[in-house]
């Protein structure tokens, strides 16, 4: 199936099961924060493997101890699309495992 751009309400309805995300622009994005910085930084590690292995990649900003990633697909004009929830599902499962909240 060709990848669509999801409609407002559609990404709306997504984000509401995903707390802590949010619409920013044209994208979708939000900050983790971790106990230190070398967590962080694993975690932003952590979320490149699994980036390849979707072959789909967020913008991640690395803080003291906070990771932001902000993501739309390029490939249909920078709109938001079930390939960035379906990264954004599988980085709030693995983040847990880092501690971050
Ligand atoms: C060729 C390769 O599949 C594409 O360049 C992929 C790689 N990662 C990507 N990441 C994002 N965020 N959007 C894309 O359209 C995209 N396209």
Excluded: C
């Excluded at 962080?40 to 979707?54: K, P, R, S, T």
């Amino acid at each position: 199936m060709p990848l669509e751009p999801l409609s407002q309400k559609e990404i709306e309805d997504r984000l509401a099961e995903l707390p802590g995300w949010s619409l920013d622009g044209e994208r979708i994005s939000r900050t983790y924060r971790l106990d230190s910085h070398f967590a962080a930084a694993a975690l932003v590690v952590h979320i490149a493997q699994v980036q390849d292995e979707q072959d789909h990649h967020s913008d991640l900003t690395l803080g003291y101890d906070t990771v932001l990633l902000t993501v739309n697909t390029h490939s249909v004009g920078g709109a938001v699309t079930e390939k960035d929830f379906a990264l954004a599902g599988r980085v709030e499962e693995l983040s847990t495992g880092h501690g971050a909240r």
